[in-house]
Nanobody, 123 residues
Framework: VQLQASGGGLVQAGGSLRLSCAAS????????VGWFRQAPGKEREFVAC????????YYVDSVKGRFTISRDNAKNTVDLEMNSLKPEDTAVYYC?????????????????WGKGTQVTVSS
C-alpha cells in the first residue's frame, strides 16, 4: 500500500486547511489510518487517527476541538480538517496506516507511511 498526503500550504493563524490521505495499491478497509506531524528539530508526534471500519477516532489533546479526522469510503481517503490553526501547528504532516491503534507511541504501530505535506501557519 502506498499513501499520498496532500492539501498542505501556508495559512494565517486562525485559518483552516484540509489534508487528504489517499491509498493506492490497496484499500484502508481494516486499517487504522493516522496523521502525524514533525516540526523542525522535534520528534514526529501523533495528531489523530481513525479506525477505518468502525470510525472510532483518537486525537492528541492539543488538537481536540480544532481538528477532525474523517474517512470517505467511496474515495478510499482519510481527511484531516484543521481549523483555528496556530503557529505551533506548523510542521510536515504525514499520513500512515497500520492494523491497530495504541495510545503509547502510536507511530510504532503504523506499517505504511506516506510522504509528508508541509503545513505552515503564520502569526
Amino acid at each position: 500500500v502506498q499513501l499520498q498526503a496532500s492539501g498542505g500550504g501556508l495559512v494565517q493563524a486562525g485559518g483552516s486547511l484540509r489534508l487528504s490521505c489517499a491509498a493506492s495499491g490497496g484499500t484502508f478497509s481494516s486499517d487504522v489510518v493516522g496523521w502525524f506531524r514533525q516540526a523542525p528539530g522535534k520528534e514526529r508526534e501523533f495528531v489523530a487517527c481513525i479506525e477505518y471500519s468502525g470510525g472510532r477516532t483518537y486525537y492528541v489533546d492539543s488538537v481536540k476541538g480544532r481538528f477532525t479526522i474523517s474517512r470517505d469510503n467511496a474515495k478510499n481517503t482519510v481527511d484531516l480538517e484543521m481549523n483555528s490553526l496556530k503557529p505551533e501547528d506548523t510542521a510536515v504532516y504525514y499520513c500512515a496506516a497500520g492494523r491497530y491503534y495504541r495510545s503509547t507511541y502510536p507511530q510504532g504501530a503504523m506499517a505504511y507511511w506516506g510522504k509528508g505535506t508541509q503545513v505552515t501557519v503564520s502569526s
